[in-house]
């Protein structure tokens, strides 16, 4: 097992859809709460001046992460309706090479970083035991 996961997700939100987007964030904040209790931490920011929207995902492992994208995977889809694209998207931890190559098709070319740690501590594993 590879350890935590923590993902920063950033999109441009269509001209006029905030409203649209701030609504289909609540209802994915909602189904994840209800439908998936390994989740960590779970939040989506909207800049609504800059139409930008931040979703920020903390998992217990990339088990937890792959469970996720299937779950919701129709909720994201349908995000695209009211999205621009993806900006970027960073990954922090230590995913497998299978998990990496996973994410890098589900980008669909968006930019994708993947970071490792150098340093520091978790205590996210003694939250979630």
């Known amino acids: 097992m590879a350890g935590p996961l923590i993902y920063f997700g950033t999109h441009v939100i269509e001209k006029g859809k905030v409203d649209i987007a701030r609504e289909a964030s609540r209802e994915l904040a909602q189904f994840v709460e209800a439908n998936h209790p390994r989740f960590i931490h779970f939040e989506i920011y909207i800049d609504e001046d800059r139409r930008e929207m931040t979703v920020i995902q903390i998992h217990p492992d ?64 003694s939250v979630t035991a």
Do not use: C, V
């Open 62 to 125: 990339e088990e937890s992460m792959a469970l996720h994208m299937q779950l919701a995977g129709e909720r994201i889809a349908k995000a695209y309706e009211f999205l621009e694209g993806t900006t970027s998207i960073e990954i922090f931890g230590a995913p497998s090479e299978e998990f990496l190559q996973r994410i890098e098709q589900m980008s669909a070319g968006a930019p994708l970083a993947f970071h490792n740690a150098d340093a520091g501590f978790s205590r996210l594993a």
